[in-house]
């Protein structure tokens, strides 16, 4: 009889811990901690638009650093989705083509699709594929009024990160991008529509977890 009681208790145990782990998550090695999967993070950073086309921002334009802010979610251990939002100025340096304009105020808001790859627990990187909605406000001299353009961002995003911990990283990025205008102007119509650019940055990561998976 004791021997029957004390292998109850045994395969009770034994019951207990096997649905326990049933319970747990896969370690990942893109996981900081094994037991502490990732599920969201933020980011926060500068970047230097750069134009790589003959267009008017390019030409044009003297394009100012701008700010970037970000969520990304983990779709699985390896793939995000996010969205963000970006904004930057920039200063007309030639009013012949592109009109009696002082600056114009440049804001993006769109979704991004990225894979996220640990290389070390340290070292990481990050690509992904963002589609985004442009506008431009763009000021009058002498005026207090102004006008308004918009566009569709097509981008890609490739950055290397650096985790100090669990998690506050920094990064670096290089995004080039084709930016779409909806600008009615027949002499000029390719020239101030159609745009390569590439943003070039760094930032700071804000990682969150969930101990439960």
Do not use: C
Not at 45 to 73: C, K
Request: net charge negative; aromatic share 14%.
């Amino acid at each position: 009889m004791k021997n029957i009681l004390l292998l109850a208790i045994i395969l009770s145990f034994s019951l207990a811990n096997a649905q326990q782990d049933l319970y747990l998550p896969n370690p990942h090695r893109n996981w900081y901690e094994p037991e502490d999967p990732e599920t969201v993070f933020f980011g926060l950073s500068t970047y230097f638009p750069i134009g790589l086309s003959h267009s008017s921002l390019s030409n044009d334009y003297e394009l100012n650093a701008g700010i970037q802010l970000e969520v990304n979610v983990f779709i699985t251990p390896q793939f995000v989705a996010g969205v963000y939002g970006k904004w930057h100025e920039g200063e007309v340096s030639n009013i012949e083509k592109i009109g009696n304009i002082s600056e114009t105020n440049f804001s993006e808001y769109g979704v991004s699709l990225g894979y996220y790859q640990a290389i070390n627990r340290e070292f990481n990187y990050l690509i992904t594929a963002n589609i985004g909605g442009v506008s431009l406000r763009n000021s009058v001299p002498f005026s207090s009024g102004s006008f308004r353009e918009n566009g569709t961002s097509y981008k890609l995003g490739g950055e290397l990160g650096y985790r100090f911990n669990q998690t506050i990283a920094v990064f670096a990025r290089v995004s080039p991008y084709y930016l779409n205008l909806d600008i009615n102007n027949a002499a000029y119509m390719d020239y101030l529509n159609k745009h390569f650019l590439v943003d070039v940055g760094f930032g700071l990561r804000v990682h969150l977890h969930n101990p439960n998976g």
